[in-house]
């Protein structure tokens, strides 16, 4: 369930590949206090075509643990690692490819109307390219969330919230440190239905194109049909 406008920047640079061609072996098993869940997976790797083949011949690896306790709280652990190979960009060139590697934590917290949720993912990139590493092209990527939020009975069900993002990209387009402060409502009038609002402030540090802060105001409608 997205309750912000939109999804956290970690999530919609997909650190982790939102998805994957290969095989997942997954499970849960419960005690007396708690659950565990798992997923191991190998797939083709991310690269131009990867829905379609496999490119290099190069399997990637990932894994996620789970833990639900009894009284609200999700805890997880995830991690991906593999090679990304890029489609050629004309015949007879290389493609571009660089190893990746991903790790993150997050964890849930729900009781009754109250939700609090964060994460924590980092995205290291390393080429393969002789000529681009000793431009020193090691790269990571540092992103983390926290969102706070009550929802009530009345008014369509509205649930005012907190978003808090700090992100530190390798690349510093359009800046070296993005941060994001919003305010929100989240409107539910049936199970299919959500209004939502926002005020959002984001700031922009450090070297980059853009520096400063800006705020923008967004409305969104959205429905199951």
Do not use: C
Not at 81 to 97: D, E, F, H, N
Not at 115 to 124: F, T
């Amino acid at each position: 369930m997205v309750i912000n406008t939109g999804l956290p920047y970690i999530i919609g640079e997909q650190y982790f590949p939102e998805h994957q061609t290969g095989l997942d072996l997954f499970g849960s098993r419960s005690y007396t206090n708690y659950r565990v869940g798992y997923h191991l997976t190998v797939s083709n790797g991310r690269g131009g075509a990867e829905a379609q083949q496999d490119q290099d011949e190069k399997f990637a690896f990932g894994g996620r643990i789970e833990v639900e306790l009894p009284w609200g709280l999700r805890i997880g652990g995830s991690y991906y690692r593999g090679r990304y190979t890029g489609l050629p960009p004309a015949l007879g060139a290389k493609s571009q490819t660089y190893l990746e590697a991903t790790y993150g934590g997050d964890a849930q917290f729900d009781l009754g109307g109250l939700r609090v949720q964060g994460e924590v993912i980092v995205h290291d990139r390393h080429s393969e390219s002789a000529s681009a590493a000793s431009l020193g092209t090691d790269l990571r990527d540092f992103g983390a969330y926290a969102l706070v939020g009550y929802r009530f009975h009345r008014l369509w069900n509205v649930m005012p919230f907190l978003f808090y993002e700090h992100i530190l990209p390798s690349e510093f387009l359009p800046s070296e440190t993005l941060i994001a402060r919003i305010l929100g409502l989240n409107f539910r009038p049936s199970s299919s239905i959500t209004f939502k609002a926002t005020v959002n402030q984001i700031k922009f540090e450090g070297r980059g194109v853009l520096q400063g802060t800006t705020w923008e105001t967004i409305g969104q409608a959205a429905w199951v049909f």
